[in-house]
């Protein structure tokens, strides 16, 4: 039935209706139709003759039509360049700068405007222009109540208020060329607004569709994979991937704008790649985001009519769960059926670890697993990899690199479905992946959650491999498979935040703590080691502590580990307690003495023999924070000192757990070593083992985890900052200083003097508030400049290059990560440019600042005495010049300039010097023989 025609059904005033054939011909040179139909005339036949000296036909403009035409003009006044207010659904109002998209190069489309928010990292979207409003300096929407987001809402008001100031080719250069996987995430923001907009664009073409019919729906790419064997590398398929209509095929859980025409392979009998036209396929069950809906989600939404289709019934119909005989649901019905829950060795009766001890035996090492050599005979060649892997991990979930997919398999693969949603892939065994490209999503999410991530990579590709068989006497079927290697293992303690992992989600440190024990009489002392590896800076000490373990509780509660190691069988039953109560959330392991958790001597022999600290020329050279750890007598340096055994001690469970997990070279040859000492100890000249015959007293306060949470100091009962007097007065600007005002917080100080000097400070400041309000706004700007530094000295770290597994990984990303990594390199430039320019600012208060505190933090040496910044004016110009840098963020490399690297200078110059003698040569030739 057709709806009633009303006046409500038009967007704009209807033209008196001219019928002479000259002003008939005069409206049809416009691009949009020539003649509006009235109510009264709306019925009438319409004649199809066009009219001569127009280029197109006359067309009748419908209500629907002439709200399209209105649509097309809004958002002109929006302009490139400009600073708005936008908003997405479920986020708050957060500034943006209006911009061109990538690939439509232009910011209208429609009724949407399209912008990049003030964020770090920028991001973009296609936003409805109801959405989005004119910026007005002053002029504040109401901001996000989460305090993380409210602190990045303060950042992105504070970069817009500076660049409204700045001119429009000032403000073009604030644009972020995007990679292609940004743009494509980009897309799918712009499906959503799309969707949340639909009701409002069903009603526009309710007038012009039939009943019934649904509008043109948007195809997606579907890919299924088998589960047998996708097992060897393989390469890209550059052919456009068309829609699997099969509704029994698995699903693979996987983004679709991250798979772009990926084929797997299977293996022969003899083990050779063989292609497979199998497709992976989409998740219907991916977890939601903020801002990207699933596919369920999206196709609920995009019908128009109240009444479905066969067909559209059919396309809806592949996005739910299938349970067949091929592909498994992790429920109820079927969670007893996987092949690898039939396993002998694996069932609890008769698990054994490696060593074929039983979980009764004292010995018993629950991260291996026994498997049998009859078992690995009949396998594949990759999944034999895979279970030799899992035999001494057993206790990780193995990413197992599979061409351009991270594959998990059995109970990896159940583990997928159950934390992270991933579908199962067709087959009997239990089996899913993702792409390489969302590891560090997908990674982060189990180890939120108190999983081990094992990431295995190809280390050679199909040719090497077929080379290395080449030179073999007789290559068995195991043979012909491409090695593969674990190149990281990531938990709790152990994040970096790679160019892979990502961004850290928060400022607050994440210690990998290990403890030992040594009780003599009444007395125990412990030896602590603490380190945060994203960081990379080693906490090292050793203590005497009293009956109740008081300062153990406040290493605890002042620096809080997420993960412990400790000696095995050395801990007393106290100290055990302490931690299976206070610490009973964190992850704990115990380490074997000796071979896991080392001794004094082996831990300084290892790190000697390592090269961790040995320069070419001078060879070991312990770094100066370490030697404080040593023997004067050992002139060698493989000696513990006698007050810090246990320290070094408890240094050598950290190497080795860090060895286990690939870390080490990274974070060792830092080369950053701290001394740490009980709160009540430090300010005073005692030694670790305290006086009694004379009172000392600490310059801070000693604050332990009760009072802590008694006060509600940095956290209440809950573990929530909400209302402790941390949340009050964190108004930190950067990640580094939030960690450094949570230090100052727990160890308040008492020492009149230092107390002095911060009230000094503070007064000053007070006195200059439109220094501290540029100050903030520059600082907001500078990124984790501790944990940049850590990240660019693994990236620039030549002992690392050479012998890890990483430096001989096969990445089909390795493009769009190289230029992660110049991006890091360019942030951290700035970051340091940014902090110099503060220190400017100071500066030029110099005459009238009083502050000693603040003349320490912003003059060098040469400008007063107790000055401490550095001068980084002179590195910094060299790195500015060293290469140009818009070309390395487009290419992903970096070319140094002329005069920067004498020997890669004179490369070039050799390599011009032989092409030109060839061209010579080759002109030589054609003049002689009389050709072009």
């Known amino acids: 039935m057709s709806q009633k025609n009303t006046l409500f059904n038009y967007f704009t005033k209807s033209p008196k209706v001219v019928n002479d054939e000259n002003s008939l011909s005069t409206g049809s040179k416009t691009p949009q139709s020539s003649k509006l139909v009235t109510p009264k005339s709306k019925n009438k036949k319409e004649s199809k003759t066009p009219t001569s000296g127009s280029n197109k036909s006359n067309k009748t403009l419908t209500p629907f039509s002439a709200s399209k035409k209105h649509k097309e003009d809004e958002g002109k006044e929006f302009n490139v360049c400009d600073i708005v207010w936008s908003k997405l659904d479920g986020y708050p109002w957060w500034p943006s700068l209006v911009c061109d998209h990538p690939k439509l190069k232009k910011h209208v489309r429609g009724n949407d405007i399209h912008v990049q928010f003030f964020d770090n990292p920028p991001t973009r979207a296609w936003v409805r222009k109801k959405y989005v409003e004119k910026y007005e300096e002053g002029k504040r929407k109401l901001a996000p109540t989460k305090e993380k987001e409210k602190e990045k809402w303060r950042a992105a008001c504070s970069e817009a208020d500076s660049t409204l100031k700045l001119s429009v080719p000032e403000r073009n250069k604030l644009i ?60 890209p398929k550059k052919d456009e991937l068309e829609q699997h209509s099969d509704s029994e095929s698995a699903s693979s859980g996987v983004e679709e704008d991250e798979v772009s025409g990926i084929e797997t392979v299977d293996e022969s009998e003899e083990g050779t790649p063989v292609k497979d036209n199998k497709k992976r396929k989409r998740s219907s069950q991916n977890k939601s985001s903020k801002k990207i809906k699933t596919p369920c989600e999206l196709e609920g939404f995009s019908s128009s009519s109240p009444r479905l289709k066969d067909e ?24 007893e059926s996987w ?14 670890d490696a060593k074929r001890r039983t979980p009764e035996d004292p010995d018993y090492d629950p991260r291996t697993l026994y498997i049998p050599e009859d078992f690995k005979k009949n396998l594949t060649p990759a999944l034999r990899q895979w279970w030799e892997m899992k035999s001494q991990h057993f206790d990780c979930v193995l990413f197992f690199k599979v061409g351009k997919f991270y594959e998990l398999f059995h109970m990896d693969a159940v583990t997928g479905a159950t934390e992270l ?35 295995i990579e190809q280390t050679e590709t199909p040719e090497m491999m077929g080379e290395r068989c080449k030179g073999m006497l007789k290559a068995t079927k195991f043979d012909k498979v491409v090695k593969r290697e674990i190149c990281q293992i990531t938990t709790k303690g152990t994040k970096v935040y790679s160019v892979l992992d990502g961004t850290p989600s928060g400022a607050e440190c994440n210690y990998l703590l290990a403890l030992t024990e040594k009780t003599v009489g009444d007395s125990t002392t412990f030896g602590v080691c603490f380190v945060d590896t994203s960081i990379g800076i080693f906490h090292m000490g050793q203590f005497i502590d009293d009956r109740h373990l008081s300062r153990l509780r406040t290493l605890l509660a002042h620096h809080p580990p997420v993960q412990i190691l400790y000696e095995r069988k050395v801990l007393s039953e106290k100290t055990m307690q302490l931690l299976n109560t206070s610490m009973a959330s964190v992850l704990k392991e115990a380490l074997a003495s000796e071979s896991e958790f080392w001794s004094a001597s082996k831990t300084l022999s290892t790190l000697a023999e390592g090269g961790y600290f040995s320069a070419e020329s001078n060879g070991l050279n312990w770094p100066e924070g370490f030697k404080q750890f040593l023997s004067e007598a050992d002139s060698l340096g493989l000696s513990a000192h006698d007050d810090y055994e246990l320290t070094v001690r408890a240094l050598g469970a950290c190497t080795w757990y860090l060895k286990s997990c690939f870390l080490d070279q990274q974070l060792l040859s830092m080369g950053q070593f701290d001394l740490y000492q009980p709160r009540d100890l430090i300010g005073t ?28 100091i940095v956290e209440d009962y809950s573990g929530e900052k909400e209302g402790t007097l941390l949340q009050k007065l964190e108004l930190c600007c950067t990640p580094f200083g939030k960690r ?41 700007q500078v990124p984790d400049l501790e944990r940049m530094l850590s990240r660019i000295h693994t990236q620039g770290n030549a002992l690392r290059s050479k012998n890890h597994p990483d430096s001989r990984a096969v990445f089909f990303e390795d493009h769009t990560y190289s230029k992660r990594k110049i991006l890091d390199f360019l942030q951290t430039l700035n970051g340091f440019k940014s902090a110099e320019k503060v220190a400017l600012m100071f500066q030029e208060k110099y005459e009238t600042l009083s502050s000693k505190l603040l003349l320490q933090c912003s003059c060098n040496k040469d400008q007063d005495e107790a000055g401490k910044f550095p001068n980084l004016g002179e590195a910094l110009q060299f790195f ?53």
């Open 740 to 780: 450094l005002l949570r230090q100052w917080i727990c160890s308040p100080l008492c020492d009149i003097d230092s107390i002095k000097f911060r009230q000094d400070a503070i007064s000053w400041l007070l006195e200059n508030p439109s220094l501290v309000s540029d100050v903030r706004g520059i600082l907001s």
């Open 312 to 335: 559209t019934k059919a396309k809806l119909a592949l996005f739910s769960p299938k349970v067949s005989s091929d592909t498994k649901q992790n429920n109820a019905g079927d969670s």
């Open 685 to 712: 000249d005692e030694p670790v083992s305290v006086s009694v015959g004379k009172p000392s007293f600490s310059h801070h306060m000693v604050l332990d985890g009760v009072t802590l949470k008694n006060l509600d």
């Open 421 to 455: 949603g991933i579908q199962y892939m067709k087959g009997d065994n239990a089996h899913s992946g993702f792409p390489e490209i969302a590891y560090g999503r997908f990674s982060s999410s189990l180890i939120e959650k108190g999983y081990k991530v094992a990431r």
């Open 176 to 235: 972020v060329n995007f990679t292609d996987e940004e743009s494509d995430s980009e897309g799918d923001v712009q499906d959503v607004e799309e969707v949340e907009d639909g009701e409002e664009t069903d009603k526009e073409n309710q007038d012009t569709q039939n009943e019934g019919q649904s509008p043109p729906q948007k195809k997606r790419r579907i890919l299924v994979l088998d589960s047998e064997d996708s097992e060897d590398e393989y390469k």
């Open 880 to 932: 500015d010049t060293a290469f140009d840098h818009e070309e390395a963020k487009e290419t992903g490399r970096i070319n140094p300039s002329k005069g920067v690297d004498p020997e890669y200078d004179a490369v070039k110059e050799e390599l011009r010097t032989i092409k030109k003698e060839l061209d010579d040569y080759l002109n030589s030739q054609k003049s002689y023989f009389g050709c072009k």
């Open 339 to 352: 092949p690898h829950l039939k396993l002998e060795f694996l069932k609890p009766n008769k698990i054994r």
